[in-house]
């Protein structure tokens, strides 16, 4: 790399850098408060919720990498541009094709720090997070002792402690079990407590009612009890998570063995295609967001306006190639055998990047497209 190469490539890594860290800042923070009301309100501590959130910043990541390299290269490439630095190049003998090499370069690195998240670091973090949101789903002490706050562990189940003894004795409990609507039950008790029985967990309720309404002629079926037991445990066996999915899957199960990560998981032969070429074409999304803010911005004559066309253009041209991927997915999730249209939206960006750096070293391909969609003035009869 020559000394300009490696100057450009310099402006690109720090504006990566920057852009990077407040994208991924504004992202982290946006989903942190909303894990933080839900974690924190279920009364878990705060050393769950770092970690939690430490396993959602891959994922976070993944999304900001493209987005940063692309504002990178557009504000690099336009301020080399409007402090003349690539005209001065040009001069020298620098061509366009000469001149993305740095761009290229920037795109291959940002494809490889997408590459480590997208097979390694996000299916591990993401497999671990549901891990433990199932460890945290299933803690019902955390869940239920919350005094003086109706809680509703799952559908149809609201929960009510109105104090809590230091000796862990639960006071004024009310317990309301909808999900069946032919019986709806409701119980309450002057004194409960939560005992551990061969793994599940039992509430114990002590000097208390039990409330049965019928449908049939809206009966009301009341029953006291002097002690009871109810198994709490099944009230959260809705809230576990499927940790088994192809998403959480290595890349070299869904390359080597992808008929027992079926099995496993259970997904469709597209489900197991799409994941694991969407990984490879999302690195390659990088390169050419790389690549299209430089080349958009390399074609044109100098204006003291700015080059905002180009930006513009760069911007929707990228919009364009993103919905080429949206739609190229849906054909892929539904056959396996179209998994080639995966790395059709990187194909076109190459193809894109290949004519705008034509124009940008053949000006007068510009000029004559214009000359001919311009027509020409009709010559004045003579009087």
């Known amino acids: 790399m020559t000394k300009f190469d490696r100057y450009m490539l310099s402006q690109f890594m720090v504006l990566f850098g920057f852009f990077a860290l407040v994208l991924v800042s504004i992202f982290w923070i946006n989903k942190a408060v909303r894990m933080f009301d839900r974690l924190i309100g279920d009364g878990q501590t705060a050393w769950i919720f770092l970690e939690f959130t430490a396993l959602t910043l891959p994922a976070v990541i993944g999304v900001v990498l493209p987005i940063a390299a692309f504002a990178a ?10 402090e003349s630095e690539l005209t001065v190049m040009q001069a020298t003998g620098y061509s366009p094709w000469r001149l993305i090499r740095p761009a290229l370069i920037f795109g291959l690195i940002v494809a490889a720090m997408m590459s480590m998240l997208t097979h390694v670091l996000i299916p591990a973090s993401q497999s671990q997070l549901n891990l433990r949101q199932v460890e945290i789903s299933q803690n019902v002490t955390a869940k239920l002792l919350t005094e003086g706050e109706f809680l509703h562990p799952s559908p149809g ?30 119980y309450t008790s002057k004194r409960a407590y939560l005992v551990q029985d061969g793994g599940a967990t039992q509430l114990v309720m002590v000097d208390g009612l039990s409330q049965n309404l019928r449908p049939e002629g809206n009966r009301l079926f009341t029953t006291h009890f002097d002690d009871f037991s ?71 004559a100098y204006s003291r306006f700015g080059v905002w066309r180009q930006i513009v253009l760069a911007f929707f041209l990228l919009v364009a190639i993103k919905l080429v991927e949206g739609a190229v997915s849906g054909s892929v999730l539904g056959n396996a055998i179209l998994w080639p249209l995966m790395y ?40």
């Open 73 to 82: 290269s557009v504000y690099v490439t336009n301020r080399l541009s409007t």
């Open 157 to 186: 189940v609201t929960f009510y402690i109105r104090d809590i003894t230091p000796e862990g004795e639960l006071r004024n409990v009310f317990m309301s079990d909808r999900r069946s609507r032919e019986s709806p039950v409701t």
């Open 230 to 300: 109810y198994d709490i445990s099944r009230m959260l066996v809705g809230s576990r998570l499927n940790v088994e999915t192809v998403a959480y899957t290595q890349t070299h199960d869904l390359i080597m063995r992808p008929d027992t990560v079926a099995k496993r998981t259970g997904a469709s032969d597209g489900e197991i295609a799409f994941e694991l070429h969407n990984r490879f074409a999302q690195a390659l999304m990088c390169v050419m967001a790389s690549v299209i803010g430089f080349a958009t911005l390399m074609i044109g």
């Open 344 to 383: 059709l939206p990187a194909l076109i960006g190459g193809l894109l990047t290949a004519g705008m750096l034509s124009i940008s070293a053949n000006p007068s391909l510009l000029r004559l497209w214009r000359t001919r969609k311009t027509p020409a003035p009709e010559p004045e009869r003579a009087a």
